[in-house]
């Protein structure tokens, strides 16, 4: 899909605007990779034994595939809300870099926090590498209506998908089963890869990836805690010591 | 109709446990996003962090795996993340190579160990 030229009359109101945020859905295999995923999200949620509406509300309102498989996974081995809860908030802390970054994407000199609540909302790895993919093509002053198109197909597929994975759950095979949770990480770790862009992006997903089994020998419970701080604070501080390096 | 909503208590448990503790970082981007200075140290130390806690995430997924994905062994959960991740920097980091290679080579040593 091609989006029109910038001046073009097809940008033209808010709600065409939508509607091209809502086309570019189609535009992206990552659309796929996300339905899939919530395919799998779906039937985890019904092997667990959560209701039809825990699953379709965990999607619509934590709206983040690794903190719902966390979740479901946790709860389901019995795990106590507490434990459940900190392993969901460290697997968000990501979530706060991502807004701080896409933000300014959309923002105008006028716009009030209130518009962009529900881009906050629907900020996650999908939305946040079709932004720096879409937007250089979508008019300043309709990036808020064409954002909200976006977030709400993605959404769309993913609520179609939990739904469909949570029905077909009990006939799925183990070898389907097992696939589709592989999804997660093979694309979070290429989508993540793909938008890194500074050697300390780089460094901090292979340290973290690369401490984590480590750490888990801990058991402290915050093992994805310590790795990441310990991994993320060595990637800045070999970014920082190459920044002065190339400085002096 | 009830088994649809389910029990109130679990709704209840992912609101705590669920939808807070990971809304709350989308909603201190959106409160501080606006102060912070894109390139500046905080918010790098805070990025590289985070990316870090994500591949700590893409680990705990693949060494210690949920549900249905326990059943394949390990050797071929890591065999399948390191081809995957060759097709990747193979095809000019192409995330479809990457991801359908990696689910290929799993579903292959899956077949072929029966």
């Known amino acids: 899909m091609t989006l029109p030229p910038l001046d073009s009359p097809q940008w033209h109101g808010s709600l065409r605007a939508f509607g091209w945020g809502l086309r570019a859905t189609s535009a992206t295999i990552l659309s796929v990779v996300l339905f899939v995923t919530f395919i799998g999200i779906g039937a985890l949620a019904h092997d667990t034994h959560f209701s039809m509406l825990w699953a379709i509300l965990s999607t619509v309102l934590v709206w983040a595939g690794p903190a719902q498989i966390i979740l479901v996974s946790t709860l389901g081995s019995g795990q106590t809300i507490l434990q459940s809860a900190i392993a969901v908030t460290m697997s968000a802390i990501r979530l706060f870099p991502m807004v701080v970054a896409v933000l300014p994407l959309i923002r105008e000199p006028k716009t009030k926090r209130r518009h962009l609540v529900l881009i906050a909302h629907f900020t996650a790895v999908t939305l946040w590498v079709e932004c720096y993919r879409f937007l250089p093509h979508v008019p300043r002053e309709r990036r808020i209506a064409f954002v909200h198109g976006l977030g709400s197909g993605l959404m769309a597929v993913a609520l179609v998908a939990t739904i469909i994975g949570y029905l077909l759950a009990a006939n799925l095979s183990q070898t389907f089963g097992a696939a589709v949770l592989l999804l997660t990480p093979l694309a979070f770790l290429f989508s993540t890869l793909r938008n890194a862009k500074e050697l300390a992006d780089v460094l901090a997903l292979g340290l973290g990836l690369v401490l984590y089994p480590l750490a888990a020998k801990l058991n402290s419970g915050v093992d994805i805690l310590v790795s990441g701080v310990v991994a993320g604070t060595v990637a800045f501080a070999v970014h920082k010591w190459r920044e002065r390096r190339e400085a002096a | ?114």
């Open chain 2, 1 to 114: 109709m009830s088994d649809f909503i389910g029990d109130w208590h679990a709704l209840v448990v992912l609101l705590v446990a669920g939808v807070i503790p990971n809304q709350i970082w989308r909603l201190l981007g959106l409160w501080f996003g606006s102060g912070l200075d894109e390139g500046s140290d905080l918010l790098m130390w805070v990025k590289a962090v985070a990316t870090a806690i994500l591949a700590g995430v893409i680990a705990q997924i693949v060494v210690q795996p949920p549900g249905a994905l326990a059943s394949v062994p390990w050797e071929l959960r890591y065999g399948a993340v390191a081809a995957g991740l060759a097709a990747f920097l193979a095809t000019r980091r192409s995330i479809f190579a990457g991801v359908v290679c990696g689910e290929a080579v799993m579903l292959a040593g899956k077949w072929w160990l029966g």
